[in-house]
Structures are given as C-alpha cells and as structure tokens.
C-alpha cells in the first residue's frame, strides 16, 4: 500500500470525503461536486453579513488566488459555502465577490439550500461547526481553509483568519496538481 505522501498526495491526509452536492453559484448557475473532479480546490464558509471573521476569510482566500495565478497554477476553483443562504442569494453573492474583485472563472460562491442542509454538509463532508442561533443574525461556522483533491477528498485545513500559511497553501496545491 503506498502512503498519500508517495502517491502524491500530502502526508497525514485527512481523507474527508464530499459529499455529492449540486448547489447555486453567484450567476445562478448549478454548480455540483461533478464539477469540480479532476480540479484541485480551496473552500471555505462564509456570509455576506457577517461582521466578524468573513471579510477577512475572503480577502485572504482572494490573496490565494492571486498567488496560485502568479505561480501560473491552473487547474485550482475556489468554492466559498455560504452558511445563511436565506439571505445570501445569489445576486447577494455576487456583490460581495465583488467587493475582492475575484476571478469568477476561478471562484463559486455557493447558495441554494435550507439552513439544516447546509449545518449537515458542513458537519458530514468537513467535520465543521456551522450553527444559526434562532433569533439571531450571526451564523457561527468554521473559519478554516479546506484543501480538497481531484476526487473530492479533503487532504488538510489551515487557518483562515490570521496567520495563513499562504506559501504552504500554494505548496500544498502544486503537490495535488
């Protein structure tokens, strides 16, 4: 048996698996786990009302992206869960990706399920914490970056906020591609 690390792969993968999804991006577009096989991607959890950890999350995911271009990675989506999709629509989603002037070829943003749907896929697929407290606008979730590989599988998470380690993100993604 070969180790993820000589398959290719990242040494201690935490092998999360995907589950099968096919949600709504920023255009309205359906947008599915189908989609993204055979890519590498980098996802988070965010909401375009949060007035904590989500604004920062996404400048950082932006700097990535930046970053993966400037090393001429192709090949890479990133893929922002939203976690308030009552009032995160799509057009919602596609203001705020504008604020970071993000390269939509490369980024979904993602809505289009019920608030329990989205708790589940969060919990089942990423192992993440994703909770809407009744009567309260806050959503509390995961602030991780999750490194997800061709097939689907989850291979490491890093620190979204503060401190990312964006030269070992951009490692990390060379060593899937």
Known sequence: MLSACGAGGIDGALDYEVEDFEFTNQNGEQVGLQDLKGKVWVSDFIFTNCDTVCLPMTSNMKKLQTMAEEEGIENIQFVSFSVDPVNDTSDALKTFGDLYEVDYSGWHFLTG?????????ALNSFKALVQKPKNEEQVIHDTKFYLVNKEGVIQKYYEGVTGVPYEEIIDDIKTLQ
């Open 113 to 121: 399920y019920e608030q329990k749907e989205i708790e589940e896929f």
